[in-house]
């Protein structure tokens, strides 16, 4: 398969052509593992070894059935068939609960783990999934669109992580999120390390081949093979770190054998093999539940809140809690009156969730007023932007205003 490459005479033309990617990034086709598409190049102190998880919850997550109103008559006048009742609501104080299938929200909430910010949304809200999240990813307003990520641009010109080989990892096998875009440097996507470990071994003349390339000097003017040379050499540093995290020993903790628990795992492995990484990445897809949502969303919540506990409680069992912060956001949150088909369309604002040994645990900011509504639709009263600009200040100790392209008022999210 490789005759043509490894003979004699390889080209410049042709390491460029196997290794150059999308325009999303650098990529090694099928025949390296995506984790070559790194580069070494970001910010962040050593004195601060802070990390950042994020987990997105694709699809616009029904805010109103996580964090259940249940004192609120309205909430029942319009949710008729799909309210949680009172009885079934996890108490989180007199007013509000989490949605039954959230056990694993409600023991972090105990453990003084699980921050919940309400009415978390943004102005002049878009019920386009696309354009909604690319807000969320990017930090911009509705009238710009730059493309560059919030955390792309932390990484890439923030005062943090000179030190990190690799700076970010995205896991699992969906498009890299835009959140982790930057205007020089490309994060990694691994679909897992077992994959990873497979490919990485399976022709060395090929890997000794590409490493000879990438060591060798290039004219200047030669920006793309520039490019590609500085992605790989960073990438190969990224390669050696993650074998040895597969020579480390499982965690501790059984997660549940769900699509995020195993990813929750993975983050929890680079963590724990001390990976030289501030921002981990992942996704939960399907809460776009316009018809019969009452199974399906008790299904994602159960996921949601196994896996998030399962990893926070290994966390605490390494002793990283308090170093580790871990975000769910979704793009938007659901309209407050149940569609006919026994689920719920497009809305806007909803709770964002923070977990980890650092966070103020509790409730934060009112629960949205459901007589107070704009077209059918919750009115939102704190910026995700300044959740956004909360981690970047108290979080990462960064000036978040050159990140987010305006000043946001930080909240008082962290103990």
């Known amino acids: 398969m490789f005759k043509n490459i490894i003979q004699k005479g390889f080209s410049r033309r042709q390491f460029v052509n196997l290794t150059a990617g999308s325009a999303a990034g650098i990529g090694f086709s099928q025949m390296v593992p995506s984790v070559f598409a790194a580069t070494g190049?970001?910010?962040?102190?050593k004195s601060n070894d802070r990390i950042l998880v994020v987990v997105q919850l694709s699809g616009g997550n029904d805010g109103l059935n996580t964090v259940v109103p249940y004192a609120d008559d309205h909430y029942y006048k319009n949710r008729f068939s799909l309210a949680i009742e009172k009885p079934a609501a996890r108490k989180i104080n007199d007013q509000i609960g989490f949605h039954p299938s959230l056990n694993g929200f409600s023991s972090l909430l105990e453990s003084n783990q699980l921050a919940v910010v309400q009415g978390v949304g943004y102005p002049n809200p878009n019920r386009?999934?696309?354009?909604?999240?690319?807000?969320?990813?990017?930090?911009?307003?509705?009238?710009?669109?730059?493309?560059?990520?919030?955390?792309?641009?932390?990484?890439e010109n923030g005062e943090m992580a000179k030190s990190l080989d690799v700076p970010a990892i995205h896991f699992g096998s969906e498009k890299q999120p835009l959140a982790l875009a930057a205007e020089k440097s490309a994060f990694p996507s691994i679909r897992s390390i077992e994959q990873?470990?497979?490919?990485?071994?399976?022709?060395?003349a090929l890997r000794k081949l590409i490493e000879s390339n990438v060591a060798e000097k290039r004219k200047e003017d030669d920006e793309l093979l520039s490019f590609v040379q500085a992605t790989a050499n960073s990438a190969f540093k990224a390669g050696a770190r993650v074998e040895e995290v597969l020579k480390k020993k499982t965690t501790a903790e059984t997660y549940?054998?769900?699509?995020l628990g195993r990813k929750l795992q993975t983050v929890s492995k680079m963590i724990s093999a001390e990976m030289p990484t501030a921002v981990y990445y992942v996704t939960l897809d399907g809460f776009d539940t316009h018809a019969n949502q009452g199974e399906a969303h008790a299904g994602l919540l159960s996921q949601l809140g196994d896996a998030v506990s399962t990893f926070m409680n290994d966390m605490t069992k390494q002793g990283n809690d308090k170093?580790?912060?871990?975000?769910?956001?979704?793009?938007?949150?659901?309209?407050?009156?149940?569609?006919?088909?026994?689920?719920?369309?497009?809305?806007?604002?909803?709770?964002?969730?923070?977990?980890?040994?650092?966070?103020?645990s509790g409730p934060h900011g009112k629960h949205p007023r459901l007589d107070d509504l704009v077209d059918g639709d919750l009115l939102f009263h704190t910026d995700y932007r300044q959740v956004y600009a909360t981690i970047l200040e108290k979080w990462f100790a960064t000036d978040s205003k050159s990140i987010l392209g305006g000043q946001y008022k930080s909240l008082d999210l962290f103990s």
Not at 41 to 45: I, K, S, Y
């Open 128 to 155: 386009s999934h696309f354009e909604s999240m690319d807000l969320w990813h990017t930090a911009h307003l509705n009238e710009e669109r730059i493309p560059q990520g919030w955390l792309g641009r932390f990484l």
């Open 256 to 259: 549940p054998s769900t699509q």
């Open 41 to 45: 190049h970001a910010t962040l102190p």
């Open 323 to 360: 170093r580790v912060l871990l975000l769910s956001f979704s793009e938007f949150g659901r309209r407050v009156r149940q569609n006919a088909s026994q689920g719920t369309d497009h809305g806007t604002a909803g709770p964002v969730f923070l977990a980890g040994g650092g966070v103020k």
């Open 196 to 204: 990873f470990r497979l490919k990485l071994g399976r022709n060395k």
